[in-house]
């Protein structure tokens, strides 16, 4: 199967500053998505990105396919966006396959 | 709108005793999953489905048996329970185009003791 690799593996921010988590596939993958997990454990889905680019509100992500790579950009953080984020993609054998994710701690 | 939900939400079990993780969803999604995440390992897949009575394989099925007798219902057995199968445990599910958009219940924690 594919491997997933996300960089860095931890992440520590003042409010309000800018940043970019990277997701790297060994292979080339289809239905890439975005994870967030709360501290509380909750994952809620972010964005299901397999090329180009999208917006929600101050998140936003970059796939570029062909290159077997995506970015997650986070603007003016706020503390809500500690947790752990993970990136996923299928690879040939249809199957999700995560990344071990990044962790964000956002200090007020 | 009860979405994706998961019983029982923790559970506490010995070595050897059979265990069943239930998750319910009310979009009528063709797809349900099963993961595990441990630390170390991120979440890993245990068990997908495809549409009811249909069940194939993930990356880590050993020790587990699911079936799916209704498209709402997915649960997951652990039929004689170990130490190493102490994990959080994720229910998801998606519509049938291609397991687009994963949508996670809230988990359940299992401590084998």
């Known amino acids: 199967g594919i491997q997933v690799e996300q960089s860095p593996p931890d992440l520590i921010l003042q409010e309000g500053a800018n940043s970019t988590l990277r997701c790297n596939f060994s292979d080339s993958v289809n239905n890439l998505q975005w994870f967030h997990q709360n501290p509380w454990g909750q994952l809620i889905n972010l964005f299901y990105?397999?090329?180009g680019t999208k917006q929600n509100g101050r998140l936003s992500a970059t796939t570029v396919a062909t290159e077997r790579y995506s970015l997650l950009y986070i603007s003016s953080s706020q503390t809500t966006d500690s947790g752990v984020y993970f990136c996923a993609g299928t690879g040939a054998n249809s199957k999700l396959t995560f990344g071990k994710g990044i962790t964000l701690s956002v200090r007020p | 709108d009860a979405g994706i939900t998961q019983s029982p939400r923790y559970k506490i079990t010995e070595t050897g005793r059979q265990v069943t993780l239930m998750c319910h969803q009310t979009w009528s999604h063709s797809y349900m999953f099963w993961y595990r995440q441990d630390l170390g390992h991120g979440l890993r897949l245990i068990y997908y489905?495809?549409?009811?009575?249909?069940?194939d394989k993930g990356e880590v099925p050993d020790g587990y048996v699911v079936s799916r007798s209704k498209t709402e219902n997915f649960p997951l057995t652990l039929e004689s329970a170990t130490r190493s199968q102490t994990s959080v445990y994720f229910c998801?599910?998606?519509?049938?185009?291609?397991?687009?958009?994963?949508?996670f219940g809230p988990g359940t924690r299992l401590l084998v003791l």
């Open positions: 990105i397999p090329s």
């Open positions: 998801a599910s998606s519509d049938s185009r291609k397991q687009e958009t994963q949508y």
């Open positions: 489905s495809a549409a009811a009575d249909i069940t």
